[in-house]
C-alpha cells in the first residue's frame, strides 16, 4: 500500500544499497553474519504446526471475514483450502508456508487481507544484504517494461521490454508476483502500482533465487531482442557537505504536513486549485477540519472555480477526513458508506488486553434491530453537509492503482452524489467498496505469520458498481514507462489541455 513520494525515497534506498553492495559489501556481510536471536532461516516448521495454523487461519477466515466470498464463491475458495491443506505434507520453511499461505488468502481479492512474516523474520530479513535488481519496472498491458536504468548496460532504456529474467519468461513471471499482493476485486492495478513502486525485487526472490546478476532477454523500441546480464552502476560518490542543523519539532511537524496534504494553484490552470492528500492521516498532525475550513475559505476569496482533488497513490486511512471534505462538495444530505456489517459480534479469538494484536474492541460494533451486526462509526449512514459553505466550482479526481481504501471509497461515493470529473488509471480499490473498519492482526500460534484481517463489509454509495473493478476514471491517462523513470507526472503535465 505506497504513495508517489515514497517512490522517490524507495528509489534512493535502491541507490544506497547499491553504492554499499559495490563499496563495502563484504563489511556488511561480516557484520551482519550474525541472524538475530529468535529467527533460524534453516528452521522447518513439522506437519502438525504447519497443519494447526492452517486450521487456525481457516477459522478464523471463514467466521469473522466480512467478505469472505464477495468476489470468490465459497465452491471456489473451498476448493483453494483443500489444495492448500493437501499440500501441507513436508516440514516446512517459514518463506515456504507464507507463499503458500498468501496465494491462498490472495484469492479472497481484498486488499485488506494478507499474511505477514512474523516479528523474528523480518528482523533477521532487514539484515541480509541482497543483490537488487538494477533496474524499475512498468506495467502496461500485462506485460513488463524497463521503466530506470540503474546499470551500466545503456541498452536498457525506459519503455525496453522484458522478456524473461534468468530464462524464467516474464509471461510466467508477472501473474506469479501479482498472486502474492493482495488487492480488491480482479483489477491489477493495485498490485502493479506495488510492484512499480520498489517491490519487484522482493517479490521476485520470493520464486526465483536471489543472484548477483540476472541474464536478461529484452525487445527494443526497433523490435530487436536481444540477451543482456547488467551490472549495477556503480553510484557516484558526492562530495562531503556539512550536515544541516536537526529540524525543531515545529519544522519536522510541518514537512510531514506537507507530505501528507498540500494546496497550490497553478499559473497555467487560472481560477484553479489543487489539493494533493497522500494519505488520509493528517488528522495526527493538526486540527483537520480547521484546515479544511481555511482551504473553502481561501477557494470562496479567490473565487476559484475549479478544485482538483489529487488521490493518486493515496491509500486510505481515517475517514473522518474524507467525510468532512464532502461536506463542503455536497449540497444536501449524502452518504459516504452505506453500511459497515459484520458476521459476528465478538471474533472467536478476541483478546482483551489492547496491547495484543489479537484485540478487538467490543464497543466498535452492534446488533441491528434487524439482527445484523454493523461498525459503530461516525462516518456511516446519512452525514449532513456544511450550511452555507458549498463549493459550488468544478471538481475533478485524480486517481490511479495506488488509490484504495478510504481514497477510492471517497471518490465511489463522491461521484455516485455529484457530476465530476475523474481522470488517471482505474483505482486499487474497489468501486462497491471494502472490507475494513476495524483490522485485526491475527498471530498464527505456531508459526507466528501474521494474518491481517478485516472485521466489516463497507460499501459505498455507489447504487451500481462494476463487480470486482475499481472506479473508472472519465478521462484515462496511463504513464508511459520513460515517464515513470523521469518521474514527469503524466497527468499534471497535460491538465490544461484535458480539462479544455
Known sequence: MLKPFLQNILS?????????????????AAAQSAAPAGYDPAQRYEVAQLQSDFAYLRRALEEVHPGLYWYTPKDSLDRAFARTAGALTHPMTEPEYWQLLQTLVGRVHCGHTRVQHSAAYKAWFRRQPY???PFTVAVRQDRLFIAENQSTAPELQPGT?????????TAEVLPRLRSLISA??????????ELEAGFFDSYYWSFYEAKPTYPLLVRDSTGQQRQLTPLPRPAKPKPLAPMPPPLTAAQNRTRRLDRLRSVHYPEDLP???????????????????????????DLAKRRTKQLIIDLRGNAGGNQEISVDIMKYLLKSEFVLNKSALAPVLL???????SLKPNY?????????LDGTISFVNSELGPQRPYHGR?????????????????????????????????????TGGAEAGCNGGTISDLELPETHLILQLPHFRIRSACPNPQLGRGVCPDIEVVPTPRQVATRTDAVLSQLPALLR
Open 12 to 28: 534512493l534506498m535502491k541507490r544506497l544499497f547499491l553504492l554499499l553492495a559495490c563499496c563495502i559489501g563484504h563489511l556488511i
Open 131 to 133: 543483490p537488487y535488481l
Open 161 to 169: 521490454e522484458l522478456l524473461a529474467i534468468d530464462g524464467h519468461p
Open 184 to 193: 480488491d476485486g480482479y483489477g491489477t492495478g493495485f498490485q502493479d502500482n
Open 271 to 297: 481560477a484553479t486549485a489543487i489539493l494533493r492528500i497522500r494519505e488520509f492521516s493528517y488528522d495526527e498532525l493538526e486540527d483537520f477540519k480547521a484546515f479544511h475550513r481555511q482551504l473553502f475559505a
Open 347 to 353: 471474533p472467536f479469538f478476541s483478546q482483551p488486553d
Open 360 to 368: 478487538f474492541n467490543p464497543t466498535r460494533v452492534r446488533r441491528l
Open 390 to 426: 458549498y463549493f459550488r466550482g468544478k471538481v475533478v479526481v485524480l486517481v490511479d492503482g495506488g488509490t484504495f481504501s478510504a481514497a477510492s471509497n471517497f471518490t465511489a461515493s463522491l461521484r455516485a452524489q455529484r457530476r465530476i470529473t475523474v481522470i488517471g488509471e482505474e
